[in-house]
């Protein structure tokens, strides 16, 4: 799922093209999809934050809302496309992994029936501080990536997901990119971290 801060980008970045093709070359099905930004000025849709929130608030429900929707259609139509409906990844970067998290983590009664995932993949995310509220030991596992400078979206969210993961026994991995920031892909793909390298770590950890 694509970044943007919620207001921007779309399912064609060429960065995250790259990386799709990268996982397709190991066997993956994948899918990049789009979801309502704050430019569509959607109508409030019910998630973890608030209408009171307003709009910057409550679009991460509709980005939500809209990538459940899009699990449950892989879901439907995965004998066309070859996918095994039991296992399915949803991941993102940034905005995007803000996403893909708020979607795998909400509780079930929230979002479209048929949208439960096996992982999650996130690069730059956050729970914006909503870990404990919505992480369980039985949810999806997850594969933390995140710039230790990041200032878009601090480092300590990720730390403190990890922590959390730690606390109750949910199964995850934690990278850190050391010196860097936000939604830099190369660092993902081609930065050389403690004699490895994380997008095979990610691809190994989905699998």
Known sequence: IHGGGLSGGDKTKPELIEVCENYARRGY???SINYRLKRD?????????????????YIINCAAQDA???VGWIKDNAATYG????RIAIGGASAGAITAMFTAYQEDD???????????????GSLVGAE???IDVDDPPVFIFHGDEDTTVPYYHAVN??????????????????????????????MNING?????????FVY
């Open 29 to 31: 099905v994948v899918i």
């Open 41 to 57: 000025n959607p109508p409030f849709e019910p998630g973890a934050v608030p209408e009171s929130a307003g709009l910057d608030g």
């Open 68 to 70: 459940a929707k899009a």
């Open 83 to 86: 996918i095994d409906p039991t």
């Open 110 to 124: 929230v979002l479209p029936a048929n949208a439960d995932v096996g992982v999650v993949v996130d690069l730059w």
């Open 132 to 134: 404990a509220d919505y």
């Open 161 to 190: 997901i990890d922590a959390h993961c730690t606390s109750i026994g949910l199964a995850h991995e934690f990278w850190t990119a050391p010196g860097k920031g936000h939604g830099l892909w190369y660092q993902f793909s081609n």
């Open 196 to 204: 490895g390298y994380a997008e095979p770590a990610a691809a190994e």
